[in-house]
């Protein structure tokens, strides 16, 4: 397994906790570990600015996303799927499809079986965490 990867793992198991614990993520922290990444990425030649283009359009989608949901979608999420990015690279978009999946599976498990309301917060960072981890695999 990559470095990189193990760095992007660490970085969202605590972020995960934390999503859980709290129902937040430290912007400052994800900042600081997206940077980390992206050095990593430098210093082993890999860096793309298409990379950087997409994380930076994720935070730009998960900011307009923001506004129209009144908040239902968090920037913190948008900051931690930019993370992911620049972390995983192009199996980032696997990580997409399997973090949502597994989000939609778990927001209608929580709807039919234990009757919640649609307006439940779940936290995201865990799902990307899973996303990230079956990409990788």
Known sequence: ??????VLLVGLLICSWED???HTV?????I?????????????KEFSGMLFV?????IG???VLNRFTGG???LGDGFLLAMAIMGLGARSIQMFVYCFLGTFCFAVILLVLFSKKKETKIPLAPFILGGSLLAIL
């Not at 397994?1 to 193990?6: G, L, P």
């Not at 430290?26 to 994800?30: E, H, I």
């Not at 600081?32 to 990444?37: E, K, Q």
């Open 61 to 63: 989608i998960a900011t």
């Open 26 to 30: 430290s912007l400052s922290f994800v």
């Open 1 to 6: 397994m990559k470095h990189i990867y193990i």
């Open 72 to 74: 239902g979608i968090g």
């Open 54 to 58: 997409a994380a930076i359009l994720m």
């Open 20 to 22: 859980i614990r709290s």
């Open 32 to 44: 600081a570990w997206t940077g980390l990444l992206c050095g990593i990425r430098i210093f082993q």
